[in-house]
């Protein structure tokens, strides 16, 4: 059975979690990977890759009496997001469970709060699917190999709603960022392909060009 017009819409409107951990690191990234889809591997990309891949893999277990779930499909129309987490542990016994979400990553805490926006925007799905509150969750970090806490307070929640909405208009007008060169930029898989030095220059130019004509 077909969806309804209604439906395919609102699901056609949601993006991908991932899309907001990557618009926060860097905008131009997160539209060459999901606009242009894009992609080029490095060595850190290929051990996050091994490493999700690995708890993925892992089967359902118990634990003290939490359940663990692993690769959980998850979607929020509220927020206009899709995904998986890696890990939802279930606290507690049949109605009275409730989820905790616990995303791995393979390096150490970030200055940045891209981990973190990802993580509640996850958290955010799994109140809607489950109908009840998720207060915090926790991210485990490959260095120094145990887990950050994240309390979703309200200044968190507003912050993953604000980038959702922004990453869904960045889709929508399917326009690529131009290059703003950081020293982060040698950390990114796409360096190559993005080429942030040369082309800012070319725009820098550009611009001078431009201003010299209307002066």
């Known amino acids: 059975?077909?969806?309804?017009?209604?439906?395919?819409?609102?699901?056609?409107?949601?993006?991908?979690?991932?899309?907001?951990?990557?618009?926060?690191?860097?905008?131009r990234q997160c539209a060459l990977i999901h606009v242009e889809q894009q992609w080029a591997e490095n060595g850190a990309t290929a051990e996050g890759r091994i490493l999700h891949e690995t708890v993925d893999a892992g089967l359902p277990e118990r634990r003290r009496g939490v359940k663990i779930l692993r690769a959980v499909p998850l979607r929020s129309f509220l927020l206009g997001v899709f995904g998986k987490a890696d890990v939802v542990e279930l606290h507690g016994k049949g109605e009275m469970a409730?989820?905790?979400?616990?995303?791995?990553?393979r390096g150490s805490p970030k200055p940045h709060r891209a981990d973190e926006v990802q993580l509640c925007a996850q958290a955010l799905c799994l109140e809607e699917m489950f109908g009840c509150p998720v207060p915090e969750g926790a991210l485990f970090y490959g260095r120094p190999h145990r887990r950050t806490i994240v309390v979703f307070d309200e200044n968190l929640r507003a912050l993953t709603q604000d980038i959702a909405q922004t990453v869904q208009a960045l889709f929508a007008s399917g326009q690529t960022p131009p290059p703003v060169w950081r020293k982060a930029c040698g950390q990114c898989s796409l360096e190559e392909m993005c080429q942030p030095r040369r082309l800012e220059k070319k725009a820098s130019a550009q611009a001078w060009f431009l201003k010299t004509l209307e002066s």
Do not use: G, N, T
């Not at 209604?6 to 979690?17: F, M, S």
């Not at 409730?98 to 990553?105: H, N």
């Open 98 to 105: 409730r989820p905790y979400p616990v995303e791995y990553k």
């Open 1 to 27: 059975m077909m969806p309804e017009p209604k439906a395919r819409e609102e699901e056609d409107r949601l993006v991908p979690i991932s899309a907001l951990q990557h618009y926060l690191f860097c905008p």
